[in-house]
């Protein structure tokens, strides 16, 4: 099986795993609702976005101080190396620290201390991209965006998650201007429980380069033509969509349908601890259920790799 080689959607806080939930509850003096491991294990039945996003949200309370986000990092890029992952864009959502307390710089120099430890230690590439909830106030963003530009580590991009429908990406028009004048790459979640309408803003509006999942796309034609047309790459999470429901089962994903589209599709893992999988188990499961191809494979591998932001030597290296 070829590697996956570059992941491109991974929420670092989504890769919290419940003994490290319960590690990190006792250090920090921290009170879980929890009885024990099964009892928190019991939850991860979720019925869709929002569902996930409460237990996400609660227990990223763990998480308070520098050495606890490098430690979760390390953790992510041990495993990721260990399923092939040789480059990782990773996702972070400062507000959801900040609202609690915790400093956005304390939580990107931890960040960027796991990372840079995954590049000496394994050679593993990385770039961070900070996320705008975007179920939470204009101004709340704007500020996530000045505190991480002023936190003193490099930033590769910034992206739009969280609560998807009713928040549609125009209405972060200026902070992606803002981000984009700053030099940050863009990437927005669209269309995985909203309408095809918010890749067109997500593409037109805020001027991203990646849509996240956009599996939604499916259903406007013109669309489906323009993202094939350009190139645009779409970061698809099969056992994420199966989990929060936004397909039936893993058999009636549209993963190959988008392939044969001919779109520019990568697969990722999303928030591995919640959703059953890092992205090599992504890979498995859909093969085995999908039925890909050796060459289907190659093609998803090669496509994280150009769809990535790594630079051309580095890409070179990974193809
Ligand atoms: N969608 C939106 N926001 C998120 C997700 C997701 O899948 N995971 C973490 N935050
Ligand atoms: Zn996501």
Redesign the pocket.
């Known amino acids: 099986m070829p590697s996956p080689l570059a992941e491109l959607h991974l929420?670092l806080?989504?890769t919290l795993e419940p003994e490290l939930i319960f590690e990190l509850a006792r250090r920090n003096g921290v009170t879980l609702p929890y009885r024990d491991l099964d009892d928190l294990r019991a939850r991860y039945r979720f019925r869709d976005?929002q569902s996930?996003?409460d237990l996400?949200y609660a227990n990223m309370a763990t998480l308070r101080t520098a050495a606890d986000f490098e430690r979760l990092t390390w953790a992510y890029a041990e495993r990721a190396h260990a399923g092939g992952v040789r480059h990782a864009e990773v996702?972070v959502?400062p507000q959801a620290h900040t609202a609690r307390g915790v400093p956005t710089e304390t939580v990107l120099r931890g960040v960027a201390a796991g990372l840079g430890r995954a590049e000496s230690e394994l050679g593993l590439t990385s770039g961070i991209i900070v996320?705008v909830l975007r179920d939470r106030p204009v101004a709340e963003a704007r500020r996530m965006l000045e505190e991480s530009l002023a936190a003193g580590v490099p930033l590769l991009g910034i992206g739009l998650?969280?609560?998807?429908v009713g928040y549609p990406p125009s209405l972060f028009a200026d902070v992606f201007t803002a981000a984009a004048e700053a030099g940050l790459r863009r990437v927005a979640?669209a269309g995985?429980?909203g309408p095809p309408e918010y890749l067109w803003q997500a593409l037109d509006v805020l001027g991203v380069e990646r849509v996240?999942?956009g599996v939604r796309c499916l259903e406007d034609d013109v669309l489906v033509r323009r993202l094939a047309a350009e190139q645009v790459p779409l970061t698809v999470?099969p056992l994420?969509n199966v989990r929060?429901r936004v397909v039936d089962d893993l058999a009636a994903h549209p993963l190959r349908r988008m392939l044969d589209r001919g779109l520019l599709v990568t697969l990722n893992s999303?928030?591995p601890a919640?959703f059953g999988g890092y992205v090599d188990d992504n890979l498995r499961q859909c093969r085995d259920t999908l039925g890909l191809t050796g060459a289907e494979l190659a093609t998803l591998a090669a496509n994280s790799v150009r769809a990535s932001f790594a630079g051309a030597g580095r890409k070179a290296e990974l193809l």
Do not use: W
Request: charged letters at 35%; proline letters at 0%; one cysteine or more.
């Open positions: 929420h806080e989504g976005l996930f996003l996400y996702f959502d996320c998650d969280s609560a998807e979640h995985e429980e996240d999942h999470c994420s929060l999303d928030d919640y």
